[in-house]
C-alpha cells in the first residue's frame, strides 16, 4: 500500500543534516548514510551518497529520475556469482 | 469491416467486446468510451454507421494510449529502469520477477522454462 500523503516522504533526519551540511561545504564528497528507507528528496540531486549495503558504502550519485525512491533500491545487498553449474555450461 | 486504431478488425461482436480486442483497451475503458459517443452496448460492429466508428476512432486518438504507442511507453518505462541501475532495474535486466516474488522455486513466468541441471538426482 502507498504511504499516505500527509504524512510527507520519510527521510531519517541525520540523512537531511548530513546533505545540508555537504551542500554548504560545497565539496563533492561521498555522504556515508545507513539509512536504506530514506526516501530521495529534490534537494539531494548532485549529491553523491555512499549507501550501506549491510557490508560497504556504495556510491551513488543522485540524479532528478531517482527522486521519490528509496536509497536502499540503489545499493544491492546480494552478491550472485551464478552456479557452478552454469560456467560449466558457459565454457562449452 | 471497422478499422480501430490502426490494424484491429473486430466485426459481429458487441461493440465493447469488440473495442477490448485492441492492445491498451480494456473492459472498463470499452464502456466509457461507448458510454461518451453514446453507442448502445448491446449493438453490433456491423451495426455501427460509418459516423459513428469515426467517432469511435477520434475518440480513442484524442484520449487513450493504445497499440504502438502503449507498447512503446511500457519498454521505455522498463528501459528507463534499467538505465538507472536501481533494484527493479536489475530485476528487469536479469529477467527475473520485479516486485519480491520468491525465485527459490516458481517464477517460471519470467524464467523461462526449467533447465535440466546435470546430477542433481541422488
Same mark, same amino acid.
Given at each position: 500500500?502507498?504511504? &499516505?500523503?500527509?504524512?510527507?516522504?520519510?527521510?531519517?533526519?541525520?540523512?537531511?543534516?548530513?546533505?545540508?551540511?555537504?551542500?554548504?561545504?560545497?565539496? %563533492?564528497?561521498?555522504?556515508?548514510?545507513? %539509512?536504506?528507507? &530514506?526516501?530521495?528528496?529534490?534537494?539531494?540531486?548532485?549529491?553523491?551518497?555512499?549507501?550501506?549495503?549491510?557490508?560497504?558504502?556504495?556510491?551513488?550519485?543522485?540524479?532528478?529520475?531517482?527522486?521519490?525512491?528509496?536509497?536502499?533500491?540503489? &545499493?544491492?545487498?546480494?552478491?550472485?556469482?551464478?552456479? /557452478? /553449474?552454469?560456467?560449466? /555450461? @558457459?565454457? @562449452? | 469491416?471497422?478499422?480501430?486504431?490502426?490494424?484491429?478488425? #473486430?466485426?459481429?461482436? !458487441?461493440? #465493447?467486446?469488440?473495442? $477490448?480486442?485492441?492492445?491498451?483497451?480494456?473492459?472498463?475503458?470499452?464502456? $466509457?468510451?461507448?458510454?461518451?459517443?453514446?453507442?448502445?452496448?448491446? !449493438?453490433?460492429?456491423?451495426?455501427?454507421?460509418?459516423?459513428?466508428?469515426?467517432?469511435?476512432?477520434?475518440?480513442?486518438?484524442?484520449?487513450?494510449?493504445?497499440?504502438?504507442?502503449?507498447?512503446?511507453?511500457?519498454?521505455?518505462?522498463?528501459?528507463?529502469?534499467?538505465?538507472?541501475?536501481?533494484?527493479?532495474?536489475?530485476?528487469?535486466?536479469?529477467?527475473? #520477477?520485479?516486485?519480491?516474488? !520468491?525465485?527459490? $522455486?516458481?517464477?517460471?513466468?519470467?524464467?523461462?522454462?526449467?533447465?535440466?541441471?546435470?546430477?542433481?538426482?541422488?
Amino acid at each position: 500500500m502507498a504511504r &499516505s500523503i500527509w504524512k510527507g516522504p520519510f527521510v531519517d533526519a541525520y540523512v537531511l543534516k548530513k546533505a545540508e551540511k555537504s551542500r554548504d561545504s560545497g565539496k %563533492s564528497e561521498v555522504i556515508k548514510i545507513w %539509512s536504506r528507507r &530514506s526516501t530521495i528528496l529534490p534537494q539531494f540531486v548532485g549529491l553523491t551518497f555512499g549507501v550501506y549495503n549491510g557490508q560497504k558504502h556504495i556510491p551513488v550519485a543522485v540524479t532528478e529520475e531517482m527522486i521519490g525512491q528509496k536509497f536502499g533500491e540503489y &545499493s544491492p545487498t546480494r552478491t550472485y556469482y551464478g552456479h /557452478a /553449474a552454469d560456467k560449466k /555450461a @558457459k565454457r @562449452k | 469491416m471497422a478499422r480501430i486504431a490502426g490494424v484491429n478488425i #473486430p466485426t459481429s461482436k !458487441r461493440v #465493447p467486446i469488440a473495442l $477490448t480486442y485492441i492492445t491498451g483497451i480494456g473492459n472498463n475503458v470499452a464502456e $466509457t468510451i461507448c458510454e461518451a459517443v453514446g453507442i448502445d452496448r448491446a !449493438r453490433r460492429v456491423n451495426e455501427l454507421s460509418d459516423a459513428e466508428v469515426l467517432a469511435i476512432r477520434e475518440y480513442i486518438d484524442a484520449n487513450v494510449t493504445v497499440e504502438g504507442d502503449l507498447r512503446r511507453a511500457t519498454t521505455m518505462n522498463i528501459k528507463r529502469l534499467m538505465d538507472l541501475g536501481c533494484y527493479r532495474g536489475l530485476r528487469h535486466r536479469k529477467n527475473l #520477477p520485479v516486485r519480491g516474488q !520468491r525465485t527459490h $522455486t516458481n517464477a517460471r513466468t519470467r524464467k523461462g522454462p526449467a533447465k535440466a541441471i546435470a546430477g542433481k538426482k541422488k
